[in-house]
Every structure is written in C-alpha cells, then in structure tokens.
C-alpha cells in the first residue's frame, strides 16, 4: 500500500451514522456475516465471531437501551478510518466523565492529577462499556491491519490533544494491539483475571480427574450441595430464552448491581434489545424453584470462548453460585467443545474451582509529560507486580503437580 495515501478519521456519536454493514466488516469480519438487528440474530455457531462484544448489535443495544450516552458518563465518540471511500478500521471510543464500568482502574491517577491542579475529566476511553474481557479494540478490515492500526491510535491520540483532553485509555486490548500501541509510544499496562482452559475434556470427570484429591472432593461436594437446593437449574440460549425469563434475570441483575456499584450499568431495555438482537449470543444459567426463577448467570457465547458476565439472586442457596457460574459454565464449555472460559473481573476463588491468573493488557497515552513520566514509573513496577502474583496463583491452582494416586 501506498504510505502516503491519505486516511481520513471520522468521529461519530451514534453508530448507525458508520452503519452495520462497515463497522462488523471491521470488528468482526471472521463471522461472515451481513446480518443486521433488523434481521434478528445470528444462528449458526460457523457465523460466530471471536466475541459478541464488539458487534454492531452488541454496542447498538448499549446505544439504543441508553445504557450509554447521555447521563451515563459513557458519551459514544466512535472513530472510523476512511481510505478512499471505503471505512477499514473502528474503534469503540467515548468520552467519559468518570472512571465507572471499566475494571481496570485509574482512580488513583485521577485523585493525583487533580490533586496537582489538572483537569482529569473528561477523558477518552476506547473500550467495551462495562465488559471486562480481553478483544480487539482497534476494529481493523483484513488486509489493512497495521495502516488501520496506526491510523486509529492516531487518530484517538489527535482528537485528545485537540481537544485539550488529559487522557486517553485502551483497556482490556489484545496482547498483539499492547505490542502495536507500545511501538507509537503508549503506555502498557498489565492486570490479571481468571480464565479456565478446555485441555480437550470429554466429560466434567476429566476434568475432575486432572485436579488434586482435595480439590476435586470438594468440588463434588459443592455441585451435590448446589444441586440439592430444592429445584431444577436449566441452561437456555437462542429461542429457548423466553420474554419471562428476562423479567426475572432483571431482578437478580438489580440486586447484585445495587451492592457492588450502587447503580446497575444496564438499563432494562437493553435486556429487551438483547432478546430480539443478541439471544443466539447469550447462554443463561436459571434455577428455579416452586415454580418461579430464583438465581441465574448470564454468559455471552463467543467462537471459542464462553464470556462469563452477570449473576443474581432472590433466594440464597448454599454453593448455587459457585454451580450457575462455573461448573454449569466448565459443562458447556466441554459440551460444544469451546477452548475457554472467561469468569470476568476479580474473583480469587475462582481459582480453587479450576480457573487460573491470565495477563490482560491495556494502552494509555497522558498529555501531561511529568504525569505521563510518574505513572509510566507505576506501570514498571506494577507490571512486575502482576507478573510475580500470577506466578504465585498459578502456582497454588488445583491441579495436580505430580501423578499422586487417586484417593476418592
């Protein structure tokens, strides 16, 4: 290609001005698909693409539910690169005015910047609004990967500086999109989550089977005391998911929202949108007892991965988390022969059931030089840190060291 052809960066507020056709060809051309809202959703597992997350229906049922844009904090800046008339890369950009939804934070970078006079807000996130789990964020055309790179970061760097912003983020990137944003210059930034790996079980007892005697034991233990709750627990996606059973996971999203972040990110009606655009994307775990839903666990179903997200309840039963979660998850995934699970944010315990410490990556680009100099400081130090701890859990995970003998 031609260097010095010249892309043009748009910026838009909404996402139908870039339109469904031209924003899934960047962010999820693998799926092969042309399928729009309008059309209802995508029902075939070879028209799946790498995640839901970053799909035209996904990001438009935050949009359209009010999930994000104004009052929200999450206001939509999406960029597109444009190269003689053809859109080749997006990125999902928004302006935010606070530090809300994100899972990787930069509290204590904002409390010192203004500490020290500055104006830390607003500032520029590339991300997927309240989705902690590791894709691309810069949405680049085949054949057009480092151009389209490039000129989305800058493009991203060019709007902040223009518009006299402090910061710009790029959380939960791809490892391959850290390497890029580290070679213009961006800040790189580790954290750890737990993710468990399908070593190609056939069943949920080989898996057991690779786990230590103690570890499995207690695992066996946690399904019959979960299982024993008094109901049934189901596993629906696609048309199995019905209106009522969104009625009921709304009250357990509610309740879990309101104590860990005082408000829910999602509006009820992006729990209507998902139904009509995104069910064939979604796998919700319900149990049900006398008649009426108690707890559930919504997970989102990529091509190989199974993206844990929201769990609830209205009845507390003993070990009913740890069976909607992860072991419902762990079946499902063996079943249709996926690669992984990922558990989403924090979350130590998930450890001890078989889910282990993965790096996730992120960019950050300060205008400040000084503040810039200070925290790409923090991010050496912090990067070792991380680096050590997951040595360490992964060191105390479940599985066994040597072949001790089986004692069940």
Same mark, same amino acid.
């Given at each position: ?253 509610? /309740?879990? +929202? ?7 990110? !999602? *509006?009820?009606?992006?729990?209507? =949108? #998902?139904? @009509? ?90 205008? /400040?030089? +000084? ?7 923090? !991010? *050496?130090?912090?990067?070792?840190? =991380? #680096?050590? @701890? ?19």
């Amino acid at each position: 290609m031609d260097s010095e052809t010249q892309i043009e960066i748009r910026v838009a507020d909404r996402i139908s001005q870039i339109g469904q056709p031209d924003w899934d060809a960047c962010a999820c051309p693998e799926s092969g698909s042309e399928l729009g809202p309008e059309l209802g959703p995508q029902t075939t597992d070879s028209g799946r693409p790498f995640d839901p997350f970053t799909t035209y229906r996904f990001l438009s049922a935050l949009e359209d539910s009010g999930s994000t844009g104004p009052g929200t904090g999450w206001s939509p800046r999406y960029l597109s690169a444009h190269l003689g008339g053809e859109v080749i890369a997006v990125a999902p950009l928004y302006a935010k005015s606070h530090s809300q939804g994100e899972y990787i934070f930069d509290y204590s970078w904002a409390h010192a910047y203004e500490n020290a006079g500055g104006r830390y807000y607003p500032k520029l996130q590339i991300a997927v609004p309240f989705t902690p789990v590791t894709g691309r964020r810069l949405l680049v055309k085949p054949g057009f990967e480092e151009t389209g790179q490039a000129a989305l970061i800058q493009g991203a760097v060019q709007l902040a500086a223009n518009n006299e912003i402090s910061s710009l983020h790029l959380t939960f990137c791809t490892e391959e999109e850290a390497r890029a944003g580290q070679q213009m210059g961006l800040l790189h930034r580790t954290t750890q989550q737990f993710h468990w790996e399908n070593a190609a079980y056939p069943d949920f007892d080989a898996f057991l089977a690779s786990l230590s005697s103690r570890k499995r034991k207690n695992i066996r233990k946690e399904r019959a005391t979960a299982q024993a709750f008094g109901g049934t627990i189901e596993a629906l996606t696609g048309d199995a998911i019905q209106p009522h059973h969104w009625d009921a996971f709304w009250q357990f999203y509610q /309740d879990t +929202g309101a104590r860990k972040w005082g408000t829910p990110y !999602l *509006t009820r009606a992006f729990f209507d =949108i #998902a139904h @009509e655009t995104l069910r064939d994307d979604v796998l919700l775990v319900m149990a049900n007892r006398e008649g009426r839903a108690v707890a559930g666990a919504l997970n989102f179903i990529g091509r190989d991965t199974l993206f844990g997200r929201y769990w609830g309840c209205t009845e507390h039963h003993p070990c009913l988390h740890f069976e909607l979660c992860y072991y419902q998850a762990i079946d499902y995934t063996i079943a249709h022969g996926l690669k992984r699970i990922e558990a989403g944010a924090q979350g130590e315990h998930k450890l001890a059931r078989g889910y282990l410490p993965n790096t996730c990556h992120a960019l950050h680009w300060i205008a /400040d030089p +000084g503040f810039a100099h200070a925290v790409e400081q923090f !991010l *050496t130090e912090e990067r070792a840190a =991380i #680096a050590e @701890e997951i040595e360490i859990l992964t060191d105390y995970g479940p599985f066994r060291k040597t072949q001790e003998e089986d004692h069940d």
